[in-house]
């Protein structure tokens, strides 16, 4: 299977959620592929550990630290990340403005809304200025029905944009997603 998913779109695999998630972990550096490489633009990124693909990823669910504020956790992902602590802060505050999350930031996560958390979840990966963006949206999340309206506030200014890609089983999640690409799969009997 080749995905591609350009700069700046949106495109949203559909498929049973043991393979949507593996495809997710692949993609983020946190599972081998099988086959095949992971490219990021150019850069084959597929023996590169998470931190340097340049691939932020939001594991369904959020996955948020319990122990954390909410800008604990958004700041999480930067700590390993030298090539964005020049701009971490900058670009932190403004995606906390374009997410709304700044009333939240002392907050602990089981503080906030289901849609907050997916937020904080969006800003953390956003934070540490990924190119490409996995999403695995369990089917019935509260922060699908604004997905499409998020992310164009995940890119910095005069930037391409972040390619998105969302992870989903429910087909009914995406409704009301402005999706460029839609790619549908079963996998085979091989995969399941």
């Known amino acids: 299977m080749t995905l591609d998913v350009p700069a700046g779109t949106l495109a949203a695999l559909v498929a049973p959620p043991r393979f949507g998630t593996a495809v997710a972990r692949v993609l983020a550096g946190l599972a081998p592929p099988v086959t095949g ?17 340049q691939i932020g990823y939001v594991p369904a669910g959020g996955a948020l630290l319990p122990q954390l504020t909410v ?40 503080q906030i ?18 190119e490409v963006l996995v999403v695995d949206l369990p089917a019935g999340s509260a922060g699908d029905s ?21 992870c989903t089983a429910d087909p009914a999640t995406l409704a009301e997603i402005p999706v460029r690409h839609e790619l549908v799969t079963e996998p085979s009997e091989a995969a399941r």
């Open 37 to 53: 490489r992971v490219l990021v633009g150019d850069r084959d990124v597929t023996s590169l550990p998470p931190p340097r693909r």
């Open 113 to 130: 809304s289901d849609a907050q958390r997916f937020r904080v979840a969006l800003a953390r990966a956003a934070a540490c200025l990924p």
């Open 71 to 110: 800008r604990r956790n958004i700041e999480y992902g930067q700590r390993k990340r030298e090539r964005v602590h020049e701009v971490a802060n900058d670009w932190t505050a403004t995606v906390v403005d374009r997410l709304e999350l700044a009333l939240s930031l002392a907050l602990l996560p089981h």
């Open 146 to 166: 604004r997905l499409g309206d998020l992310m164009p506030r995940l890119s910095p200014p005069d930037a391409p944009g972040v390619a998105v890609l969302v």
